[in-house]
């Protein structure tokens, strides 16, 4: 019954109505409009602490990072079907 209900308000909120008919659905509904909310906070709170250091690094370090990105990038590529 505990995965269920975390279940059925994960189905809800991707088709945003949700139907809160039991306690467990309310706590699962509490429990992950908690997480979403951190997650949030934490991929500002990143994008932030990046956006400084991208402003702060010298050019020859900012061109080595994009450098590495579109590498990194050009090999998932290759690993993706």
Not at 4 to 9: K, M, T
Not at 22 to 49: D, E, T, W
């Amino acid at each position: 019954m505990g995965l269920d209900a975390v279940i059925d308000v994960a189905r809800g909120i991707l088709r945003f109505s949700v139907n809160t008919g039991s306690l467990s659905r309310v706590l699962a509904l509490v429990g992950i409009g908690i997480i979403l909310v951190l997650a949030l906070g934490y991929g500002l709170y990143g994008a932030v602490k990046l956006g400084k250091a991208i402003l702060r690094m010298r050019f020859d370090h900012f061109t080595a990072m994009l450098a590495a990105v579109g590498v990194a990038l050009i090999l998932i590529a290759a690993l993706l079907p």
